[in-house]
C-alpha cells in the first residue's frame, strides 16, 4: 500500500477510535461483499422490475401489483434471509462492544448489521427491512418466511389475522419515510463528533443530507466508498475501496478484535 494511503487509514482509524459519539451511515456497497447486489446497479432488481409498477400506492390499490410485489419477493427474499455479514458489519459491531458508538443508520434493507452483533437499539434502518412484513391497518409485525411461503403455496393476497393488507416492511416508492427514525437520525447526525459513511453514493435522501447536518455541527466526516460522492469536498477524509478492506484496515490499527462477532 502507498504511503499516502497508510496515513489516511492511520488518521482515519485515529479519528473512529478518538469518537466519543460516533455516528455511521451504511449503503448498498457495505453488503455487496456479503453478495447482496445493490439494487440500483445495472443487473438489480430495479432493471428486472419497474419500480414505477411497485409504488406504495399501486401496492394498496392493486391485488395484482401485490402478487407482482411477493413474486419479487421470490426471487429476492431468499438471497436477504441467507446472507451473512462481512467484515464491514463485524467491524462496526466491534466499535459498539469497544464504546463509543452512538449510532448505525442504515439504508440496507438486509439485517446483516444485527447479524453481525450490532444491537437493535444502535440501528436505525431508515428504508426499513426486507426481513419482516407489516399489517398496514393494525402496525403488527412478523417474520416475512412463513407470509412469503404462504405466498409461495398460491395464496395471492396474504392478509393480517386482522384481514389488514400485509406487505414487506421496506419503504416503497411513493411511501412516506419512517418519521421517529428519521428525525432520530437527524438528531443523531447533529450530536455526533465524527460521521462515518460507508458505501453510500450519498444520492437518496433523507439519508443524503444526514453528513450535512453533522458537518454543520461540527463532526468530522469520513467518507469509505469505492466512487466520488457529493459530500467528498466536505469530508476531513475519503477512503476510495472496499468496505470490507477498509474497515478491516481500521480495525487492525485499533486492534479491535472481531472474534467474537
Ligand atoms: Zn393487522
Same mark, same amino acid.
Given at each position: 500500500?502507498?504511503?499516502?494511503?497508510?496515513?489516511?487509514? !492511520?488518521?482515519?482509524?485515529?479519528? $473512529?477510535?478518538?469518537?466519543?459519539?460516533? =455516528? @455511521?451511515?451504511?449503503?448498498?456497497g457495505i453488503s455487496t461483499e456479503s453478495g447482496i447486489p445493490d439494487f440500483r446497479s445495472p443487473g438489480g432488481i430495479w432493471t428486472r422490475y419497474d419500480p414505477r409498477q411497485l409504488t406504495f400506492d399501486r401496492f394498496c390499490a392493486s391485488a395484482e401489483t401485490r402478487r407482482l410485489y411477493?413474486?419479487?419477493?421470490?426471487? /429476492?427474499?431468499? !438471497?436477504?434471509?441467507?446472507?451473512?455479514?462481512?467484515?464491514g458489519h463485524r467491524v462496526l459491531a466491534a466499535l459498539e462492544r469497544?464504546?463509543?458508538?452512538?449510532?448505525i443508520v442504515t439504508q440496507n434493507v438486509d439485517g446483516l448489521h444485527q447479524k453481525a452483533g450490532s444491537s437493535p437499539g444502535v440501528m436505525i434502518e431508515i428504508h426499513g427491512t426486507a426481513l419482516q =412484513?407489516?399489517?398496514?391497518?393494525?402496525g403488527a409485525r412478523q417474520d416475512r418466511g412463513p407470509v412469503q411461503a404462504r405466498f409461495a403455496a398460491? #395464496?395471492?393476497?396474504?392478509?393480517?389475522?386482522?384481514?389488514g393488507l400485509l406487505k414487506p416492511a421496506t419503504i416503497s416508492f411513493g411511501q412516506a419515510m419512517p418519521e421517529r427514525e428519521t428525525?432520530?437520525? !437527524?438528531?443523531?447526525?447533529?450530536?455526533?463528533? @465524527?460521521?462515518? $459513511?460507508?458505501? &453510500? &453514493? /450519498? #444520492?437518496?435522501?433523507?439519508?443524503?443530507?444526514?453528513?450535512? @447536518?453533522? @458537518?454543520?455541527n461540527g463532526a468530522a466526516l469520513v467518507i469509505v466508498n469505492r466512487e466520488p460522492t457529493p459530500y467528498d469536498a466536505d469530508a476531513d477524509l475519503v477512503l476510495r475501496g &472496499?468496505?470490507? #478492506?477498509?474497515?478491516?484496515?481500521?480495525?487492525?490499527?485499533?486492534? /479491535?478484535?472481531? &472474534?467474537? !462477532?
Amino acid at each position: 500500500m502507498a504511503p499516502a494511503a497508510d496515513t489516511r487509514l !492511520a488518521r482515519a482509524a485515529a479519528l $473512529v477510535g478518538g469518537a466519543r459519539r460516533l =455516528v @455511521v451511515l451504511t449503503g448498498a456497497g457495505i453488503s455487496t461483499e456479503s453478495g447482496i447486489p445493490d439494487f440500483r446497479s445495472p443487473g438489480g432488481i430495479w432493471t428486472r422490475y419497474d419500480p414505477r409498477q411497485l409504488t406504495f400506492d399501486r401496492f394498496c390499490a392493486s391485488a395484482e401489483t401485490r402478487r407482482l410485489y411477493w413474486e419479487m419477493g421470490n426471487d /429476492l427474499f431468499p !438471497a436477504l434471509r441467507d446472507a451473512h455479514p462481512n467484515t464491514g458489519h463485524r467491524v462496526l459491531a466491534a466499535l459498539e462492544r469497544r464504546g463509543g458508538l452512538l449510532r448505525i443508520v442504515t439504508q440496507n434493507v438486509d439485517g446483516l448489521h444485527q447479524k453481525a452483533g450490532s444491537s437493535p437499539g444502535v440501528m436505525i434502518e431508515i428504508h426499513g427491512t426486507a426481513l419482516q =412484513v407489516g399489517c398496514l391497518a393494525c402496525g403488527a409485525r412478523q417474520d416475512r418466511g412463513p407470509v412469503q411461503a404462504r405466498f409461495a403455496a398460491g #395464496e395471492q393476497d396474504p392478509r393480517c389475522a386482522c384481514g389488514g393488507l400485509l406487505k414487506p416492511a421496506t419503504i416503497s416508492f411513493g411511501q412516506a419515510m419512517p418519521e421517529r427514525e428519521t428525525a432520530q437520525a !437527524a438528531a443523531d447526525a447533529a450530536a455526533s463528533d @465524527v460521521f462515518l $459513511v460507508i458505501g &453510500s &453514493s /450519498l #444520492e437518496v435522501y433523507p439519508a443524503a443530507g444526514l453528513p450535512r @447536518v453533522a @458537518v454543520d455541527n461540527g463532526a468530522a466526516l469520513v467518507i469509505v466508498n469505492r466512487e466520488p460522492t457529493p459530500y467528498d469536498a466536505d469530508a476531513d477524509l475519503v477512503l476510495r475501496g &472496499s468496505a470490507g #478492506e477498509t474497515l478491516g484496515a481500521i480495525a487492525a490499527q485499533l486492534g /479491535l478484535s472481531l &472474534s467474537d !462477532a
